[in-house]
């Protein structure tokens, strides 16, 4: 069975950093894409980051360009994000996922049930 298990939210101040992990296990994710996502209260879920099997490519949402980094370890089925200057706005469910590169959450199989992160002004 595929999991995906997410890891390092929290509440913290406007303006500090977090490190998300997201581990995947029930098979290997090492020729797959694997993406962040975040779902504020009451809006869609919106595309943060992706970074493809390797590693050498990324994708980044324009709202978090410069302050987030999208990284994996294949060796360990993992996939960071570390968020600098968090902004309030930015309190979501933070969810990773599994597939194509893409900024589109349909080019994705696989999903975790997400991490809270709450940024407090």
């Known amino acids: 069975q595929v999991q995906l298990v997410e890891s390092g939210g929290g509440f913290l101040q406007a303006g500090g950093s977090l490190r998300l992990s997201c581990t995947a296990s029930?098979?290997?994710?090492?020729?797959?894409?694997m993406g962040w996502f975040r779902q504020a209260p009451g809006k869609g879920r919106e595309f943060v980051a992706a970074?493809?099997?390797?590693?050498?490519?990324?994708l980044y949402a324009d709202s978090v360009k410069g302050r987030f980094t999208i990284s994996r370890d294949n060796a360990k089925n993992t996939v960071y994000l570390q968020m600098n200057s968090l902004k309030p706005e930015e309190t979501a469910v933070y969810s990773c996922?599994?597939?194509?590169?893409?900024?589109?959450?349909?080019?994705?199989?696989?999903w975790g049930q997400g991490t809270q992160v709450t940024v407090s002004s």
């Open positions: 970074v493809n099997w390797s590693g050498q490519i990324s």
């Open positions: 029930g098979r290997t994710f090492s020729n797959y894409a």
């Open positions: 996922a599994v597939g194509i590169l893409s900024r589109n959450t349909f080019d994705y199989t696989y």
